[in-house]
């Protein structure tokens, strides 16, 4: 049996290291194939017959041990499973697969052992371990609880885990960790720093003085100081180095080099006095100090502005459930941890709970609030055959209702998902940033080098003094943080608020482009109208009854999906018309349908198809010239060559479809309706929606034309339509607006879904749109001009005029207050409201 | 004397920064060609910072996030659309697709931390 592992070892840090680590490798029997990577701490090997336990002492022997390793394939026992060269992709896990934190686990070999014990658990038909993250999944029909006995039965541990929320928890851990060690880390330097700062600004000299007890209290001073720096702000020296030593430079970089510099000088003046002019012997120990404790408050200061940046995301995790009432064969209910629940399992929820993950409902009825996910705030109602979506709240009845989507794959946990990544996303607005801050570090100690050797060259004395405060102060003051934050604070915080209120932006570039449109093109059915039109009239010509019309109506379009055919087959059902027999049935898409009935050919369709047929429908001219002027659509039915009847049905504008059009109008913007109806119809809608123009009569296929159309003459153009049919239109469009999703949130061709119906969503969403890229331009504005002019004046251009210098201190405060105003600015955001409270509802 | 001193010893230090920040090409890159590289963030780097890839061949960035500072929090590859939220201390992959040959750079958001993907 040969089976390759791969180990990390931490300690390996060097080309000599990497040849100790194979020196310990190679004697050992079985060993073979040793790839060893200094730079990636990785060895590669294949190990015949032997356990990796041999492996593992060898290299602890040899120091270096291997971290929680290694992660291997067993070539013959279980390929196909396990392992971290191999591991199961997640998004491709079936849906019903139970997912478990492992514990205890540390090599392949307990790989094996955990995969063998699922396996043998009843009902499991695929169970794969991964090494890297510590957790198990399982596909089949075995119970939670069973899989966790079957692993601790052998000695291991295992929990059932919601991934996000473990890991939002250790994230909110870590950070509060952080928080803390930095706030420790500001007392102790300013701690320091303050008595000194206030002995300099009560006139106490900085002098020192050499021979004396100056010298002397100073180096006690400087070594106090050193301490300090250790402590409080030794991790900007570590990041400094390591960026160093990866030909890289960041933040670290500028404030180890300026504080250093200013504690490296101040003991050289007290030390080696003699070694500077007897002006130039001045000490800035208080300096360096004060700027580690002011940077080290700052970034305090910027996790706590970012903790509330995220809050959307932790709102949208707070929706979720954390246990569900399963609901068994024998009728008993018991309470379960939500991470148990798979699919298919039957579950109550009573009134006022959450509902806990997608699903049917199977019995009961009620109403639901889906406001937090859709941003509609009506309450839904619910009965049985309905759909429910976790995180969403059951608000009287009870229900049972049977999991279908558990998870990562409900709606809700989608939704996080999207817009986690979302928020992550960034508009090409930000780019000259991104290059701006990718060269600035070493642009910045290019400068500070040159204004300190312009000081120490043209400048008054003395003069080296005030070369190492140019050269301290430029450092300190540059701010990259502020410049790198800028766009991705306020695109964090924007999409955040955004999904408040049920807006899904996809990617930063769709949240940009949504700020700069011009033309708004709105798909008709079920966009500007209910999308569920019901029959208005039946009309009948030739000696047809318009029961027996409408009968027919019923028939030819019992397997089409279209909307106009649902409402037929209700009026028909409404009416208890029998049904009757067609057969060969054939769609024509944006035409019609046609079928044989009774040795004949029955179509049902629009005016323009009939026409292309040769059928006379002039007998029906005033009727459907009626039906149309009150926004309906007229279906002509004929057999063969003779028009038989005409069908009037109806679909009613949105109630807020108007008031949202007005909005589009304050806000600058054309709005274009798009629709295959007939013109006559096509304008009673538009009219009543206040719409500018009405693009009629096109063909489902031709929408994306006219959007490109319009693109073409300078527009820029957003499509709203439904994601389905209108998917080409929308993904031609500046940007696609996908309305009414409810919760789908998988529409890949709309950069922004709203999962509300209303169109007010459109204008919320261009409306947070427009407002984050302009709180965009605002930190970008802010972050350049901070830079632009903070770093000529700490450079001391200021001095010819006024004859001051910026102190490196105030450039410490300045920085650091510089990034904490950029999370601030974007957090502005957060109170943000798209339309006032009063419209809302 | 010291004034010549002091200004060439500026001098050097400013053609080190040009040198060592820019001009200097990486000598030793990771190689990907079990299709899967670890990379660790800490103490403001990417370790490693340069990987080749072969063209045409979808890699997996496995992550370990140790720096809790939100700079390090997400992961961004320029021109592939990646953009992930990583977890601290826990290993996340992030699965690049087969790429075009070329240079991909991958960074933090505030571009602090900088690595290269050559594929070729």
Known sequence: ?841 | MSTVLVNAAGLAAMMMIVWWFWLWTPRKAVNTKAGIIEIRVANGTYSPALIDSPAGQPVTLRVLREDASPCAEYLIVDGLGINEALPIDRRHDIELPAMEPGEYRFHCQMNMYQGVLRVG
């Open chain 1, 1 to 841: 049996m040969s089976t390759q592992i791969r180990l990390i070892i931490p300690a390996m840090t060097c080309a000599g290291c990497a040849r100790k680590v194979r020196a310990a490798l190679e004697p050992l029997a079985g060993v073979s194939e040793i790839v060893v990577d200094a730079a990636a701490k990785t060895v590669d090997l294949h190990i015949d017959g032997q356990d990796s336990a041999a492996v593992i002492a060898a290299l602890e022997q040899a120091g270096y041990p291997p971290d929680a390793m290694p992660i291997g394939t067993d070539s013959e026992a279980a390929p196909e499973s396990c392992s971290m060269d191999d591991p199961l992709p997640s998004d491709q896990f079936p849906v019903d697969g139970v997912r478990l934190a492992i514990t205890g686990a540390t090599c392949a070999s307990c790989v094996r052992s955990i995969e063998t014990a699922l396996s043998s658990v009843p009902g499991v038909e695929r169970a794969s371990m991964n090494l890297a993250d510590h957790s198990a999944y399982v596909q089949g029909a075995a119970k939670p609880e069973q899989l966790i006995a079957a692993i601790e039965a052998i000695g291991y541990g295992a929990s059932a885990t919601a991934d996000d929320d473990s890991l939002e928890q250790e994230r909110e851990r870590s950070e509060q960790q952080l928080y803390r060690r930095l706030l420790r880390d500001t007392w102790l330097a300013l701690g320091l720093g303050a008595p000194l700062m206030a002995w300099m600004l009560f006139g106490g000299s900085m002098m020192v003085h050499g021979g004396g007890i100056s010298q002397l209290v100073w180096l006690l001073v400087g070594l106090l100081t050193l301490a300090v720096l250790v402590i409080a702000g030794g991790h900007f020296f570590v990041g400094a180095w390591k960026a160093a030593v990866h030909h890289n430079a960041n933040m670290d970089t500028l404030i180890a080099i300026g504080t250093g510099t200013a504690w490296l000088y101040s003991m050289v003046a007290v030390l080696a006095p003699s070694l500077l002019p007897e002006q130039a012997r001045h000490v800035y120990f208080e300096a360096s100090v004060m700027i580690v404790g002011f940077i080290n408050m700052g970034l305090a200061l910027e996790l706590r502005a970012r903790g509330r940046s995220g809050q959307a995301i932790k709102r949208l995790l707070g929706l979720r459930a954390t246990t569900a009432r399963r609901v068994d064969d024998d009728g008993s209910e018991e309470d379960v941890d939500i991470a148990l629940v798979v699919t298919g399992m039957r579950l109550r929820v009573r009134p006022g709970e959450k509902i806990a993950v997608d699903g049917v409902v199977e019995s009961g009825s009620t109403l639901v609030d889906e406001s937090m996910l859709t941003g509609e705030p009506m309450p839904v109602s619910k009965q049985a055959g309905d759909m429910v979506s976790a995180g969403t709240i059951n608000q009287q009845g009870s229900l049972i209702y049977r999991a279908t989507r558990v998870g990562k794959d409900t709606a809700l946990a989608q939704i996080i998902a999207l817009v986690k990544k979302a928020q992550g996303s960034r508009p090409p607005i930000g780019r000259l940033a991104d290059q701006v801050s990718a060269v600035f570090v070493p642009v910045v100690m290019l400068v500070a080098i040159g204004a300190a050797l312009a000081w120490f060259n043209v400048g008054p004395e003395p003069r080296a003094s005030y070369a190492m405060v140019a050269l301290t102060t430029v450092l300190i003051i540059a701010c990259p943080c502020a410049l790198g934050l800028a766009t991705p604070m306020s695109v964090m915080v924007g999409v955040g608020k955004a999904a408040e209120s049920g807006i899904l932006i996809r990617q930063g570039a769709a949240l940009q482009t949504a700020s700069q449109l011009t033309t708004i093109v709105l798909d008709k059915t079920g966009t500007i109208t209910q999308g569920k039109p019901s029959v208005t009239d039946v009309f009948s010509y030739a000696d047809w009854s318009r029961d027996k019309v409408l009968a027919l109506a019923a028939a030819l379009e019992n397997a089409s999906e279209h909307p106009l055919a649902f409402a037929v087959l209700e009026a028909a059902k409404e009416q208890s018309l029998p049904a009757l027999d067609v057969s060969d049935f054939i769609a024509e898409n944006g035409k019609g349908v046609q079928a044989s009935y009774q040795g004949g050919v029955a179509r049902i369709g629009n005016l323009r198809w009939l026409a292309d047929l040769g059928i006379d429908a002039s007998a029906a001219t005033a009727d459907a010239a009626g039906i149309a002027e009150q926004a309906g659509t007229p279906l002509f039915l004929a057999m063969d060559k003779t028009l038989i009847g005409v069908i009037g049905v109806r679909d009613q504008i949105k109630t807020d479809a108007r008031a949202a059009v007005a909005r589009m109008h304050a806000r600058g913007l054309k709005v274009v309706m798009i629709t295959g109806d007939v013109r006559s119809t096509a304008e009673a809608i538009g009219k009543q929606a206040g719409i500018d123009e009405v693009i009629a009569e096109v063909l489902p296929a031709d929408k994306a034309l006219h959007v490109r159309a319009l693109r073409d003459k300078g527009e820029r153009v957003a499509m709203v339509g439904d994601g389905i049919n209108d998917a080409p239109a929308l993904a031609e469009a500046d940007v696609g607006f996908a309305i009414g999703t409810g919760t789908d949130v998988a529409i890949e061709s709309a950069g922004i879904t709203l999962m509300g119906g209303s169109l007010h969503g459109v204008v919320d969403a261009i409306a947070v749109s427009s407002a984050t890229v302009r709180n965009i331009r605002q930190n970008l504005v802010g972050a350049f001009l901070y830079n632009v002019l903070g770093i000529p004046v700490a450079a001391g251009l200021l001095y010819p005029v006024t004859g001051m210098m910026f102190s490196p201190v105030i450039a410490g405060l300045a920085m650091s207050l510089s990034s904490v105003t950029v999370v601030s600015n974007a957090n502005r955001l957060r109170f943000f409201q798209a339309r006032p409270a009063k419209e809302m509802v």
